[in-house]
């Protein structure tokens, strides 16, 4: 499904420049969930960038089914953690929703139900009419999260979407993003800061070094459907959250 190989980014000039991605390979099955883990500055957003064709790469391939990413893929829709900077302000929040939609050659009555189906996902249906600045932050992210369903991505990409919202709504959104995931069969590339997290969603968690190189791949053989407390209280997640933490540090 994706396929990223000997993947670097460099910011500037071979020479002079800052490496953002070092030398990346990875693969995503399709339908897999993979989290990504690193510390602050060792190129995870970066990355995410070059995978979804808003920066080029310096070297390296990255496929998408099979089809070279030189620029935004048709299947691939992209989470950015602010939220308040994504939605635009002027517009409801259904024709936030609907509004890249027609960029994809949707009719009006396609583009219609798949917003009416995603805000529906998010559990948002009431809001449609409602302005972003009239809902919570939690809100947000789920508009921004209908947005990119409705789009009917094959890859969803999401750089630490959670990580502006309180602790009892970000696990409402983790769990929410599961369902959703198992609904809509999508591929998921999700970067966090939170190994718990990670570990809570993904089937596979990557770390990476700076400059963005992948030191550990851990398998989550956690049993699905996952629940915030017997899944987190296994002594599997334990062991996996004690593995990560020291693959981090060093
Ligand atoms: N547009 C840019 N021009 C030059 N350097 C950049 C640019 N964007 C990022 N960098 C540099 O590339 C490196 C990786 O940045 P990036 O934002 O990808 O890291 P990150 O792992 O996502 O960080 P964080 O977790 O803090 O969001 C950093 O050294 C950063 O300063």
Not at 125 to 153: C, E, H, N
């Amino acid at each position: 499904m994706l396929e990223v190989s000997h993947l670097r980014k460099v910011y500037g000039s071979e020479e002079t420049g800052n490496v953002a991605v070092g030398d990346l390979s990875f693969v995503v099955g399709e339908k897999e969930f993979v989290c990504i883990l690193g510390s602050s500055g060792c190129g995870k957003t970066t990355m995410l960038r070059c995978l979804s064709g808003l920066a080029p790469a310096t070297s390296g391939q990255i496929l998408v089914e099979g089809s070279p990413v030189d620029g935004p893929p048709e299947d691939l829709a992209y989470v950015f953690q602010d939220y308040s900077r994504s939605l635009l302000p002027w517009m409801t929040v259904e024709r936030n929703v609907s509004f890249p939609l027609r960029y994809k050659g949707m009719s009006k009555q396609e583009a219609k139900i798949a917003t009416a189906d995603a805000l529906d996902a998010v559990g948002l249906g009431d809001r449609t009419k409602a302005f972003p600045w009239q809902l919570s932050g939690g809100m947000q992210q789920r508009v921004a999260i209908a947005r990119a369903l409705a789009y009917r991505p094959r890859v969803l990409l999401m750089d630490e979407p959670f990580a502006s919202v309180d602790a009892q709504t970000r696990s409402d959104l983790e769990d929410l993003l599961l369902g959703i995931w198992e609904r809509y069969a999508v591929t998921i590339v999700f970067v966090t800061h939170d190994i718990d997290e990670a570990v809570y969603l993904a089937d596979r968690v990557l770390v990476l070094k700076a400059p963005a190189t992948v030191t550990t791949v851990a398998d989550v053989d956690l049993p699905r459907p996952r629940d915030q407390i017997t899944t987190k209280a296994l002594p599997e997640f334990a062991r996996l959250r004690s593995e990560l933490l020291s693959a981090l540090r060093h």
